[in-house]
């Protein structure tokens, strides 16, 4: 048998998908593993090359890999997608991860780290809750709006209350009080993730640096320190910004 020099991995909650190739691209081997399994077998793997399409969970199986001396391979499922024969499974899918690593030009992203993906976290946590509460605003305006109720959502809320309960049952009231609760509990929570990134952004060389740029404030330079990682995996500017 040929020695393995390379695996694609198709990555999944519970079973996964291995395609093992060697150094002239001819496949060694293709099998499935558990969880557990798929940890053992790269303890037991000699340094290899690990492929993984840029997905959930990739990077964390990137930093594995690499605490085990594998090199680690990740791709834009985009660049994946050509390289997928016949019908789309799981298989096929670690085959053609495989494949697209070997190709020469590929462009592969970097594993983040641990406290990258941290701060990544706290940022999707906050765009969740900005989301959320635009929603509740743009609710309450319309179930005010069809009683006859205009007026820009803020402290007039409560005058509004008022002219509410004048022409419609108590329940509705009483549920239009609670979304403005609602309103406020979520103010407070973007409030206190938004402190949290500022604490962070504080606290590295990186992001204070970006700070002198016009324009660029704590949540920006926060942003871009985690989503960018090591600058110097672009050749330009024009390359970092597409």
Known sequence: MSKITIIGIDLAKSVFHLHAADSTGRQVKAIKLSRSKLIEYLHRSEPITVAMEACASAHHWGRLCQLLGHEVCLISPQFVKPFVKSNKNDRNDARAICEAAQRPGMHFVPVKTVGQQAVLSLHRVREM??????????QLRGLLTEFGLTAPIGNTIPALLEDLMKISPT???SCIKQQWEHLGELEQRIGNVTTQIEMHARQLDVTRRLQTVPG???ITASALEAYVGNVTQFRAGRQLAA
Do not use: K
């Not at 809750?129 to 743009?138: D, G, V």
């Open 171 to 173: 329940f509705l009231v």
């Open 129 to 138: 809750l900005i989301s959320q509460r635009t929603a509740t605003i743009n």
């Open 216 to 218: 660029i404030g704590p």
